[in-house]
């Protein structure tokens, strides 16, 4: 039996966006590819709020962590770290040559306007790396408020990772003067995984235009030329752009607001569910995640134990993260197609565990 996905990626997929996967192939030199790319690019821009640079790499969203690093850091690159997606981000920095630091925070607490400003006013840094949504932890950290911060230091470039929350919360590319957001489509787009959208501003597109060792792969100025073919540098996962424009449609016919709104109103519900039950949000106050919640398990309820159960009701959520979280915590995604109705469902199943 198929477990329906409550886990933070990849979400559970609707039939009609597999349905759209199984377009028949075309080539991706043909026009029928142009026509579906310069269809599809326009609707993605609409849903980022962006006139900028829209891009789609096939590969997970790791490549594209990996492609900004090396487009966008020139000397030296602040990374705001407070869980394991925000680590990885340091360390792939790391391994790519670059000078970086840690902005640090423990798991758990989300970082600050106030904790970026104070260290990008060292001058020190040409680059800056920011995840909104950290999977692991369930924080959400303000990308209004650094956003903010960001407008005074116009030489600083602003990388987002927004893989686990893109497409489930509003975020204005241009309003908020961000130079590079990435997501995987395999989370809040609701499809299957192995494509991954970005943004780039034409301020970072000329940086790029000056870095060296970019690589080919995730080379900016390679994505910029053959997008002017409506086309993309290498063979794209063409069956997932079939999916993304149909996914587009649809998020444009729901209504962006609407669609927000609804992320939001799953989240309350959930974080209400755990605190009647008696459980702990893992989240600092304020900061809790809009599109998956991370329940402390202070009821020390056997979470093995919980999804084996969740299996013969023929659904599955996610345990906590990696050694440093499992057990401890467990997380219930509330992301991409996912109704309110079908949250209820699950909740309904753990609370019949919770009850046995
Ligand atoms: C899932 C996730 C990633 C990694 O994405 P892949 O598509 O597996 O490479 C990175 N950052 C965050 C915040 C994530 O949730």
Known sequence: MHKRLFIPGPVEVSKDVLEAMATPMIGHRSPEFSELYNRVIPKV???????????????SATGMMEGSIRNLV??????????????????????????????????????????VDEALSTGKYDAFTFTHNETSTG??????????????????????DAVSCMAGVKIEVDRLGIDCVLAGTQKAWGMPPGLTVFTVSEKAMEKAKTVEGKGSY????????????????????ISLIFA???QCDKMLAEGLDRRFARHLEMAARCRAWAKERGFKLFA???YESVTLTCVENTRGIDVNALNDFLATKGVVISN???KRLKGKTFRIAHMGDCTLGELEEVLGYIDEFLNK
């Open 45 to 59: 821009k609409k849903i980022l709020y962006t006139d900028q640079h829209v891009f789609l790499a096939s590969s």
């Open 74 to 115: 020139k000397g030296r690159v602040l990374v705001a770290c407070n869980g394991a997606f925000s680590d990885r981000w340091h360390e792939i920095a790391v391994n790519c040559g670059k000078e970086a630091d840690q902005l640090k925070v423990d798991w758990g607490r989300a970082i600050t306007a106030d904790m």
């Open 320 to 322: 906590g993260y990696g």
């Open 244 to 246: 993304l424009d149909h």
């Open 218 to 237: 995730f080379n900016f100025e390679l994505f910029l030329k053959y997008h002017e073919k409506g086309q993309t540098p290498n063979t794209p996962a």
């Open 139 to 160: 924080v959400m950290s303000p990308l209004e408020e650094v956003a903010e911060v960001l407008k005074k230091y116009p030489d600083v470039s602003f990388l987002i």
């Open 284 to 286: 600092e106050e304020n």
